[in-house]
């Protein structure tokens, strides 16, 4: 199996799993994962493709700028630029954004300050914070509509090889070393966002 087919086939398992906990309202959202590093490459989602169904063209292949490698219909997804400057900058291996309500009422609640911060949670240690009193700061970014401007205020935060930002009333993007390590910073994510919008309830 060659390399390309290797990373499709995991980047399609990762989109399944994300499909089924309806992380995909409305075609929103997409993936990305690197299939080599000179050149740099990556597979992306296809724009507007229904990601509960797998299908053939469910990804594209495209450059360091984001353009396709081979002629295709196919447009990608309207982040590209956000994975270039993930791939451009770090040595990461896979890129996941998402539209969820958890993470866009966070963004809301939180986004005058510019970021969100959680301590004491048992979930940070998937970002390798171990000490007892660590701090996980996940910023948050406004959402312009100029792609090209939204990539250059994210790329702002993009300095390790895993990370998390979130975007104003959009959604969020996480990195890591491999498919495995993004959708396990995704998942603490919004487990994290979840868990803390319940306790504001409990409080009231």
Known sequence: MSQLTERWEELADVKDELAVRDWFMGTSGNLAIKVS?????????ASGKDKRKRTSEDFLLVDENGKPVNETHLKPSAETLLHVEIYNKTAAGCSLHVHTI?????????????EITFTGQ???????????????RVPIISNPAHIPT???????HVKEDKGVVLIRNHGITVWGKNAFEAKKLLEASEFLFRYHLRLLEYKK
Do not use: H, M
């Open 150 to 156: 939204l990539a250059q205020e994210f790329s702002e």
């Open 122 to 136: 048992e979930l940070i240690k998937a970002f390798d914070l171990w000490e007892e009193d660590a701090v996980l």
């Open 102 to 114: 958890d993470n866009n009422i966070i963004s809301e609640l939180y986004g005058d300050q510019g």
């Open 37 to 45: 590093d000179n050149p740099l490459q990556f597979l992306v989602t």
